[in-house]
């Protein structure tokens, strides 16, 4: 069991790296940095100081590891565009993207396992079917178009929610909520439920096709050929085996939802990571990009250390 | 003819799933119409002598003030609003059947090798594609996308951009291919006929691609449309951001993006019709996609 | 107690209803085991899932009667049937690595069944569970009870299975080939256990297996089922003894006895191998036997022997823990063995004794760690080092066990027969390798025009015959066959086996010929091996091996192995 975990903990590792090695090369080599950094009035001499200084002239792989210790240490270097420490403007914005996709993963999650374990049971019901058609409308339909139509209806036509921005927001901290206050949570639903539709889909369907797997199994026959009630069958027997596949998915759709939280900022002008992601793709802002790459990277390993330990916890071939 | 049917298990299927017929009746006259939208369109989009601002603004032709030169109306330039969406579906398409082609390329090859030499080559691909895992599709893409802005001069940038954009794509997609053919490779492996063909020793090359890619067209089959969808979806949500393809080569994204400029003022038919057309489109392709898994997979039905 | 009659079973397909079972009519009393027992698509199985009322959707009964005792089962609406499963009727699988839940431990899998069933509360409950473990024979049951299934062997884990089967004191217990994934000294065990259960309990058992000699150890009364119809029915000794019926005679015939060797299996007429009569192998057995095209030292003689040499394959484990270096697995401890020119070498083994990864290292799939191996006079390069292009690689052919794996599904015949001709530079001429690949599909006994189908239009065994032409078509001198026939149906492996010996005797071939079954080495082998955990237990002559065993493994397996009464064999 702990050679299970720690192999996981040194593949973890071993993509942090890699996406690090991944956003140095971006900074190092897509354009100048120099000339990124300077004006057109800098001279020659002046750039070549700079260069120096900053060690750009030294070996890759010392440059590399410094750049990785400097991260190590809090230190993400500086916007190109804004000329603020990339740190500050990066944790200035993860309040917003987290909360938004936590409450948007759970939507998912509280809708979709029950919907697929439903669809799974009786696969030839009416509901099914329609639940069924329904998801492969939402699977189809891009998140940006999903935020478009809830602002068009419950933000333009009723009027009823709040289309851009985060409402009111309260400190606890460093950590800018809008968790605690009615408006913040207003502000919250139309986002939240355009990111949570699309993951929702994909959680139902999985959970149906893994649930159906289930069913078929041996160990289900024999159950039902014991006659053990159905509702410790299908919840019992039935839900924990499916859960063992699903937890892995969930893990890995953990940074689909930060990814696509993007989009969703975009169209609700949300002011989160993805946004500041976006201008710094307008702007070629190499630091920004390349940190939020490790930030994302990060979050992603996190949380699959994590689905790894509630494995562990629920299947007993793995705690040998 | 019914005999004929009956005897394929996936026509059978077919002639009794309404939704599916549906679907792809509406995907081919979709494909049809945008291979052929320069013969069929009435006026070119990208050529401003075709239209003019004097037709700007008009709707479709069941609401008051409707022509019939125009059937869906038109945008503010005076384009025809048909015109511009089969010239758009035309794009979409055109990009993401590339990307879906070079990422199934790329993704099987790949995926077939790491399944067939296992041991180190397989590890190294795998943990690419976690790595690729960790950072999700609509993020390389638009990674690709913004290194390509960095690398690539600025006289260049505007005519590559359906290029650059294709990839950016296709690298985003390639790792379910991977993953997928690594997967259906590592069965075949465990099959008698893969072994007696090594035995016999033949080549590599000859028991992938000639022995173990027939076995597994399937499934590939069933990601190939399934990324298709994916493809065109991550095409227009790149265009909706802006970073995709500029205003004057509209694909359906960029459509859709300057339609939310009217999304407030009475114009509806610029910003809906559009988007109606995509999530057609889409909802097609992935009914297909559907369809080709239960038949693959029987237990799913 | 159970009273079927004119049960009738359709599932409705693309085609129409297909009729599975009909007619069948059966009586099981208390304390009786009733073997149900038949060939591949016979039905058996559809009767058992029938009685229990757990058909595979979408097939239904439509027509006959299922009494138990005095309660009509075809009258229960779905929550009365599901109450009755278990409590009255229960089930045992083929298959204990996946009848268990993973998930669950041992007790609560027994508790929970018991407590569905009985009211009474968790510790009672607990109490029976172990009580009925210790009865089964799993030792130290209060601790036991308390392990994941994954924890237990194969032989326990269906003692488990059948623990829960039994928890709740059904009256009728439907076993579904419940031995076939067990080995011999297990198989005898738990089939000790079912008659003692059906004899202190009173427990009706209905047995469903394909294994004739299963069914004459343990069962009262035995139903023969073919195509979905019973063919005869009565009391064991009377059915299987004197058969009134001619497929049953067939079927008796066709299994290998072990006390006694025999030349030739007698065959049930079942798949007709229409126009194989009309159309000659005779091309293909010249082509076998001329001597034109090969070098000077192969044309005196067309078989070659091999010797095995102090032969010894690991695998490293997995590692599990962090601090200990994970243990080798010892596949082939040092094993020696000689394989005369034209000769059958049997290789006997349970499963896990290496038997397999013997024929995987003669092939070159395992490279061993040490040892040597003589093809004829010459050193068998081991593995890896084996050029693609070496020699051995023609001369050393294969049969597998799975013949629905071992032909590419998505080759046609006449493509799969004709790559061994063109890929070892046999026959230059396309139209000439059709020709030979035809008159090869005739020598093994089938129609040629077999050539322009696909692998999955044929029978297993017409698909075995297949893998031995292609065999045959790449000129071999030594054929390994692996467990060629146990995938097959008694019948179909007697005509296999028949084929195998014909051959060999034309063409003088070496075969070494891998299996678990005793009895069909009997019948194959000249000489045989027996291997048990990576260590060769006894080796010689087989009608020596088997009439004075000298190794306490071999005698073991001799005794254990189910067989008929003497004069019931034909």
Known sequence: MFYFIYKRLIQSVFVMLAVAFLAFSLFRFVGDPITQMTGVETSVVDQERLREELGLNDPFISQFGRFTVDMLQGDFGYSFRTRQPVAEMIASRI????????????????????????????????????????????ISIPTFVIGIMLIFLFGVQLGWLPTFGRGETVNIGFWESSFFSIDGWRALILPAVTLGVYQLTLTMRLVRAQMMDVMRSDYIRFATARGVPMRQLYFRHALANTMVPVITIIGLQFGG??????????????????????????????????????????FFVVVNLLVDLLYVAIDPRLRV | MKEFIKRSEGLWLFTRSPAVMVAAVIAILIFIGAAFAPWIASVNPYDLGSFSLMDGLLPPIWQEGGISQFMLGTDDQGRDMISSILYGARLSLLIGLSAMAIATVLGV????????????????????????????????????DGIARGILPPEVQQDLRVVVLTLAIALSLWVNFARTARASTFVEMNKEYVQ??????????????????PNILGPLLVIMTVDLASAILLEAT??????????????????????????????????????LFLVALVVSINTLGDFMRDVFNPGLR | MLTVENLTVRFPTRFGDTTAIENININVQAGEIHGLVGESGAGKSTVGAAVIGLLQTPGYISEGNIMLGDTDLRALDVNQAHA?????????????QTSLNPLMTVEEQLVETILAHEKMSADEARTRAIDLLEEIGIKNAAERIKSWPHQFSGGMRQRVVIALALCTNPELIIADEPTTALDVAVQSQVLDLIRSLADKRKIGFILITHDIGVIAQIADRVTVMRNGHVVESGETAQVLGRPKHAYTRALMSAVPPMDHKIDRFSVPATEGIEGASVFTGDLAEQWLLEEKDLPEDEQKELSIGLSIEALDVRFSGTR????????????????????????????VGESGSGKSTVAKTITGLITPNSGTMMLGNEILPAGKSRSRKHASRRIIQMVFQDPYSSLNSRHKIGSILTEPLWFYGLEKDPEKRQELAASMLALVGMAPDAIDKYPHQFS?????????????????????????????????????????????????LTILFISHNLSVVRQMADDMVVLRNGVIEEAGKTEDLFERPQAEYTKKLLSLTPVMPKDWAC
């Not at chain 1, 949300?270 to 990060?298: C, H, K, N, Q, T």
């Not at chain 2, 090859?109 to 609509?138: N, S």
Request: net charge positive; glycine share 10%; charged share 15%.
């Open chain 3, 320 to 347: 599990k823990s962090l601090w200990r270096k994970p243990e080798d697995f010892i596949a082939l401890d040092k094993i020696s063995f000689n394989v005369k020119p034209g000769s059958i070498m049997g290789l």
């Open chain 3, 460 to 508: 297993g065994g017409q698909r075995q015959r297949i893998a031995v032409a292609r065999a045959l078509l790449a000129r071999p001198r030594f054929l390994i066959c692996d467990e060629p026939t146990s995938a097959l149906d008694v019948s179909i492996q007697a005509e296999i086996l028949n084929l195998l010996k014909d051959l060999q005797s034309k063409f003088g």
């Open chain 2, 238 to 275: 790149l265009s909706f951001l802006g970073i995709g393809l500029a205003a004057d080569s509209p694909s359906l994204g960029t459509l859709i993006r300057i339609g939310m400029q009217f999304m407030l003022s009475g114009e509806w038919w610029i910003l809906w019709i559009p988007t």
């Open chain 1, 95 to 138: 309040p917003a993207t987290l909360e938004l996709g936590v409450v948007a993963l759970l939507i998912s999650l509280v809708v979709g396992i029950p919907a697929g374990v439903y669809t799974a049971l009786r696969p030839r019901g009416v509901i099914t079917q329609t639940i069924l058609m329904t998801t492969l409308i939402g």
């Open chain 2, 109 to 144: 090859g790949l995926g077939l090798a790491a399944g067939f030499y296992g041991g180190r080559f397989d590890a190294i691909i795998m943990r690419i594609a976690d790595i690729q895992l960790a950072l999700p599709a609509i993020l390389t893409a638009l990674l690709i």
């Open chain 1, 257 to 298: 939802v930060i990814a696509f939280s993007i989009v969703t900022e975009s169209v609700f002008q949300w002011p989160g990571m993805g946004l500041l992601f976006l201008e710094s793709i307008r702007f070629v802002d190499i630091p920004v990009m390349g940190v939020y790459l490790v930030v994302i990277a990060f």
């Open chain 2, 196 to 213: 007696a063909a090594i035995i016999m020793g033949q080549g590599p090359i000859r028991i992938m691609f000639i022995h173990i890619l």
């Open chain 3, 84 to 96: 009755l499963r278990g409590k009255r009727i229960s089930m045992i699988f083929q298959d204990p």
